[in-house]
């Protein structure tokens, strides 16, 4: 076997010796990857595709500059306009740094024809490298190339590596802090997606225009473009993740708070465990949306492993809701205005005003059978120029609304509460059993849908080496799709 790797140190005094570090193994990983990338060609598999991604991301963190110089050298042609354009985005190597011998691989490499899907895996290498190393406008760079190159590709095996280019593609932007110029582009390429029948890459391009718009608080038209996209079964649960929470922001800031509610805490379950952060921002709208449902959520929701922390100032802002403290919210406010400003929850937290108001005011109804609208205002902490009109017509509001069960006395200034029924009299619990039957049936009907089938179980019997082999297969892609899920966020 030949020798890989050679170090060349400065004075060239050091005779070249076999180096057993990462960088051999993470050359010979990719030279792997690249050879499951031209089966999945040729034979048309895209899971083989979808498996060489998934590798990929976890050498992410190995990537040098002279590996990928290398692989470049493996996989392109040297002396072709694809290497040509490649390697413009590659850093100069010093003389200290390793360099990879791939005499034999290029003269392998010439007889290949090249194939469009290892020239775009090249591309997603380098953009993985280049925002790892904090390019950004090399990045920037390199993907708008990228992009390019793969508006001319149209091969359903290389959908699952697009889809990462896409995203990619607005993240780089988006470091850069110039994300609406590319949002045109993003339409164009979400056409051809649909077009082309590229699911998984409309799934992702709708989610980065969702993500685009949002960025610049343009909820009317994310929801005008979420509602006319095509509608489809979901390929990735990353992106149905993403998915829901960018229509629960949607439709939290579009005052509809139970679908809000409902599609951010399917994100936060649906998301693996390794994808903190997103998980973290599901839990902080979460709250708010079942904050201004008139909701108390459970203290547990806080106290989640490693989400302490982010979560404590939407924990002391539930804590000053729950009891219904006008003046404690208000030092919350602004203690943790920052933060809130920062998560883009502050609009939601002015909102959250009338609802403490009610919540205090539902207090003192429920411990007063009668008090006056003067101590009303004074529990409430109403600082204004004249708090008892205003503690009048927020009680007469609230019964109006149903909030409280009392009566208004105007001459004497008083608030007469109404003796409280027994509320299984009532509707009420018919209508929490009913709401919890039917969130276990859709979890069971989902989980049905999810089930993976083996083809033509029911037509023939397996014998006990095919059951081992299968077993196997199946622990494998369980294996992968674990990795995927801990990988994509």
């Not at 598999?45 to 002279?66: D, M, Q, Y």
């Not at 390019?148 to 593609?169: E, G, P, Q």
């Not at 039917?438 to 989902?446: I, P, Q, R």
Request: proline share 3%; with cysteine.
């Amino acid at each position: 076997m030949t020798q890989d790797v050679e170090m060349k140190e400065k004075d060239h005094t050091t005779p070249s010796h076999s180096v057993t570090t990462v960088v051999p193994s993470t050359f010979q990983n990719l030279k792997e990857i690249a050879s499951l990338i031209e089966t999945g060609s040729y034979t048309k598999e895209v899971r083989r595709i979808g498996r060489a991604v998934r590798l990929t991301i976890s050498l992410r963190r190995k990537l040098t500059a002279s590996v990928l110089s290398a692989f470049l050298d493996f996989a392109l042609v040297p002396g072709s306009e694809a290497h040509a354009r490649l390697s413009v985005y590659l850093p100069k190597q010093d003389d200290h740094e390793m360099e990879i011998d791939t005499a034999t691989s290029v003269s392998q490499a010439s007889g290949k024809h090249l194939l469009p899907e290892l020239e775009i895996y090249c591309y997603l290498l380098l953009l993985l490298f280049l925002i790892d190393q904090k390019k950004y406008n090399e990045a920037k760079a390199c993907s708008s190339a990228s992009i390019a190159r793969l508006k001319n590709v149209n091969r359903r095996t290389v959908d699952v590596i697009a889809s990462r280019l896409y995203f990619y593609y607005s993240y780089s932007y988006e470091l850069t802090g110039e994300l609406a110029e590319i949002r045109g582009n993003l339409l164009a390429l979400h056409r051809i997606a649909t077009l082309r029948h590229d699911e998984l890459g409309q799934e992702t391009l709708l989610n980065l225009l969702l993500r685009n718009y949002l960025h610049y608080n343009l909820y009317d038209q994310a929801e005008k473009l979420r509602s006319k996209a095509p509608r489809f079964e979901a390929h990735s649960n990353q992106q149905f993740c993403r998915y829901l929470f960018y229509l629960g922001k949607i439709r939290t800031i579009q005052l509809e708070y139970t679908d809000a509610k409902e599609s951010l805490l399917q994100a936060a379950r649906k998301a693996p465990l390794a994808a903190r952060g997103f998980r973290i921002q599901c839990n902080k709208w979460a709250v708010l949306v079942r904050l201004l449902l008139g909701e108390i959520p459970e203290r547990t929701i806080f106290m989640q492993k490693g989400m302490e922390n982010a979560l404590k100032p939407y924990f002391e802002l539930t804590n000053a809701v729950r009891i219904g403290d006008l003046e404690l919210f208000r030092n919350v406010a602004e203690k943790f205005a920052d933060t809130f400003n920062a998560d883009r929850t502050h609009n939601l937290i002015v909102r959250l005003r009338h609802n403490v108001i009610r919540t205090g005011l539902r207090n003192i109804n429920i411990s007063y059978s009668r008090i006056s609208l003067a101590d009303v205002a004074k529990k409430l902490r109403l600082n204004s120029q004249n708090p008892i009109a205003d503690a009048e017509s927020i009680v007469s509001k609230a019964i109006h609304d149903g909030a409280i069960d009392a009566t208004l006395d105007h001459t004497n200034g008083w608030m007469v509460s109404k003796e409280t029924g027994d509320i299984y009299s009532t509707n009420e619990p018919q209508i929490a059993f009913n709401s919890r039957i039917a969130f276990c049936l859709n979890m069971h009907n989902e989980a049905v849908r999810a089930l993976r089938y083996p083809p033509n179980t029911h037509k023939e019997k397996e014998s006990a080496e095919k059951r081992r082999e299968r077993h196997q297969q199946e622990q494998e892609l369980a294996k992968h799709i674990a990795e995927e899920d801990d990988d994509d966020f």
